[in-house]
Nanobody, 121 residues
Framework: QVQLVESGGGLVQSGGSLRLSCTAS????????MGWYRQAPGKQRELVAS???????DYADAVKGRFTISRDNIKRTVYLQMNALKPEDTAVYYC???????????????WGKGTLVTVSP
């Protein structure tokens, strides 16, 4: 029983900012990598940003310099600060995490249900 719940999506004007949050709950022993993906209508889901348990980050070229991913291991939460938003950023944003439920488990991927971000021109 593991859940990832996203929040923070909404409608903003071009150039505005939003901060997405995703909190993991349930039977969790360890969380390894965490990340944000997005999917626009008619397009494949793509990686936006990821962060390892050691703090290493990776960003899609389209968001470098504008988005920042971070995590709070005590709160079991990953954040995505999105600045200088563009209409091209409009998509459903999904939280992803690699989670070990028990000490003997290997990490498995879990996904949130998504939060909609709409950026108007």
């Amino acid at each position: 029983q593991v859940q990832l719940v996203e929040s923070g999506g909404g409608l903003v004007q071009s150039g505005g900012s939003l901060r997405l949050s995703c909190t993991a709950s349930g039977n969790i022993f360890r969380i390894s990598g965490m990340g944000w993906y997005r999917q626009a209508p008619g397009k494949q889901r793509e990686l936006v940003a990821s962060i390892s348990d050691g703090g290493s980050t990776d960003y899609a070229d389209a968001v470098k310099g504008r988005f920042t991913i971070s995590r709070d291991n005590i709160k079991r939460t990953v954040y995505l600060q999105m600045n200088a938003l563009k209409p091209e950023d409009t998509a459903v944003y999904y939280c992803n995490a690699g989670i070990r439920r028990y000490v003997t488990d290997h990490a498995m991927d879990y996904w949130g249900k998504g939060t909609l971000v709409t950026v108007s021109p």
